[in-house]
């Protein structure tokens, strides 16, 4: 499975930003699909995840109410829709596919090469 995060740039705190992820090869529409966001000095941590057919979804706390992540039909494409951006979210952002709809990384088999997103204050 190859993934491809697009979407990130430089924004201002309260901006919004949607990322996509492409997922591709076989069987990619059979994983969950999930985000994960590193910033500099810190460990990768986990942001969303949606489930293979897009129905259940899971997310950090530090998002919830400001992320959301979606599927689309096809189930070869999410998307993490952020909005009320602040400084902290400031992060190299990871698209990942795996069998677990959990929060760990061991969960992710499948890594992208990841897109940057700096929220200015």
């Known amino acids: 499975v190859q993934l491809q995060a697009s979407g990130g740039g430089s924004v201002q705190a309260g901006s919004s930003l949607r990322l996509s992820c492409a997922a591709s090869g076989r069987s990619s529409d059979g994983y969950n699909l999930g985000w994960f966001r590193q910033a500099p000095g810190y460990e990768r941590e986990f942001v969303a995840v949606?489930?293979?057919?897009?129905?259940?979804?899971n997310y950090a706390d530090a998002v919830k109410g400001r992320f959301t992540i979606s599927r689309d039909g096809a189930r070869v494409m999410a998307y993490l829709q952020m909005s009320n951006l602040k400084p902290k979210d400031s992060a190299v952002y990871y698209c990942?596919?795996?069998?677990?709809?959990?929060?760990?990384?061991?969960?992710?088999?499948?890594w992208g090469q990841g897109t940057l997103v700096t929220v200015s204050s």
């Open positions: 990942a596919a795996g069998g677990l709809l959990g929060p760990e990384v061991a969960n992710y088999v499948f």
């Open positions: 949606v489930s293979w057919d897009g129905s259940r979804t």
